[in-house]
């Protein structure tokens, strides 16, 4: 896969069958998406390309608005690059960009990064205010010499896959059924840093994690985790998101206790995946009450990450 960062860099290697969102979370309903671009470049003897965003436009057009990110970009290349697709547009997307009307747009499209057929999600809008919608893509699409095809969704159940879907299923806890609509269970990253030590005091020492910018964080609760290292390693683990209500807490920590110890985790960058969701965070009437539970939770953990092996 080629990678171009427009508009430093622009297309002129023939043309190409493109699609265009901000694609966080790479989810079952984008790769959906991308299967289906790719049998209509193939169709038409183009290459394949997806268009998407260094940022989320609205934190350039709302000064402030901090998203809560499925993927950073890194992450989202790669995922983009298992895909198959040809090549990868990303947009330094500015002011400029932003008040683009989408036929503007378009015409960027066709001028620059040699797109001559448009696949647009079911529910993807672009251009100033985003106020236009497919039947006006494929009016300006006929005057430009753009080809514009509207994708399908993709239903798990009775719900149609968007990254809202995803984030909505994650802030509620329902890692499992995030996973599905991701087809990979949710991950974040972030580097270990120090922490109050409680955990060591009952027997149960655990990572302080400091996640990366933007990653959403799902609902507070006790989940049974996989731990991906450094030096590559992958270890089971459970994390408690939340306020240690039983020591009193208050600000919001992710900690983590790695089913069998490996030493000195500091300032370690560490991959958490959420396989499932065990409990709520809850106030046990003592540390002796609290260190009984997590006991519990470590064998129930032990349970639900035995399918990650098999």
Request: hydrophobic residues 35%.
């Amino acid at each position: 896969m080629k990678t171009i960062f427009f508009p430093d860099q622009t297309v002129n290697d023939g043309i190409y069958a493109a699609t265009i969102g901000f694609f966080d979370g790479v989810h079952q309903g984008h790769r959906f998406l991308m299967e289906c671009l790719k049998a209509k470049a193939k169709e038409r003897g183009m290459q394949s390309m997806a268009i998407t965003f260094e940022r989320h436009p609205r934190q350039v057009v709302q000064g402030g608005w901090k998203p809560e990110l499925l993927t950073q970009l890194h992450e989202k290349l790669k995922l983009l690059k298992a895909t198959g697709i040809d090549t990868v547009v990303v947009l330094r997307f500015n002011r400029q960009m932003a008040a683009l009307s989408a036929r503007e747009f378009m015409e960027l499209m066709y001028d620059r990064l040699s797109v001559r057929l448009l696949l647009t999600g079911y529910d993807n809008r672009f251009g100033h205010d985003r106020s236009e919608g497919f039947e006006d893509y494929q009016r300006y699409g006929q005057a430009l010499g753009i080809e514009v095809l509207c994708g399908d969704a993709l239903t798990i159940g009775q719900q149609n896959v968007s990254s809202s879907c995803v984030r909505q299923l994650l802030k509620e806890g329902k890692v499992e059924e995030a996973a599905r609509c991701l087809g990979r269970p949710y991950n974040i990253g972030g580097q270990v840093v120090h922490g109050e030590q409680i955990g060591r005091t009952i027997g149960f020492p655990t990572a302080n994690l400091q996640p990366d910018d933007d990653a959403l964080i799902p609902q507070d609760g006790v989940y049974a985790v996989m731990v991906d290292l450094d030096n590559g390693s992958r270890h089971q683990g459970i994390m408690n998101i939340g306020t240690r209500p039983t020591f009193n807490g208050t600000g919001r920590t992710l900690e983590t206790n790695l089913l069998e110890p490996v030493g000195d985790l500091y300032d370690q960058q560490l991959n958490i995946h959420f396989i499932a969701r065990l409990r709520d965070e809850q106030q046990f009437p003592s540390a002796e009450a609290l260190a009984a539970q997590i006991m519990k939770d470590k064998e129930q953990a032990t349970n639900a990450l035995k399918k990650v092996k098999e």
